[in-house]
């Protein structure tokens, strides 16, 4: 459900995104690494965090963009 919450977020402006909440979710990638190191190695749940965070990765990037382009500090607490 968190994946496809990201991806329906890719249709939102970059304006009403936010940094903060997307920033959270690279913790994926440390989650997908983990999913590696644990026996039995459980590859869906390594799928999932690692989908997350590529999710996470291009909203950053989204709004780090806009607001490059008008201007704004960029800034987690908004």
């Given at each position: 459900?968190?994946?496809?919450?990201?991806?329906?977020?890719?249709?939102?402006?970059?304006?009403?995104?936010?940094l903060?909440?997307?920033?959270?979710?690279?913790?994926?990638?440390?989650?997908?690494?983990?999913?590696?190191?644990?026996?039995?190695?459980?590859?869906?749940?390594?799928?999932?965090?690692?989908?997350?965070?590529?999710?996470?990765?291009?909203?950053?990037v989204?709004?780090?963009?806009?607001?490059?382009?008008?201007?704004?500090?960029?800034?987690?607490?908004?």
């Amino acid at each position: 459900v968190l994946v496809g919450a990201g991806i329906g977020d890719l249709t939102r402006p970059a304006e009403n995104v936010s940094l903060f909440q997307s920033t959270s979710m690279l913790s994926g990638y440390i989650w997908t690494r983990w999913c590696f190191l644990i026996h039995p190695k459980n590859l869906n749940l390594a799928l999932i965090n690692f989908l997350v965070a590529v999710n996470g990765t291009i909203q950053c990037v989204r709004v780090i963009r806009y607001k490059k382009s008008v201007g704004k500090p960029i800034s987690f607490w908004e």
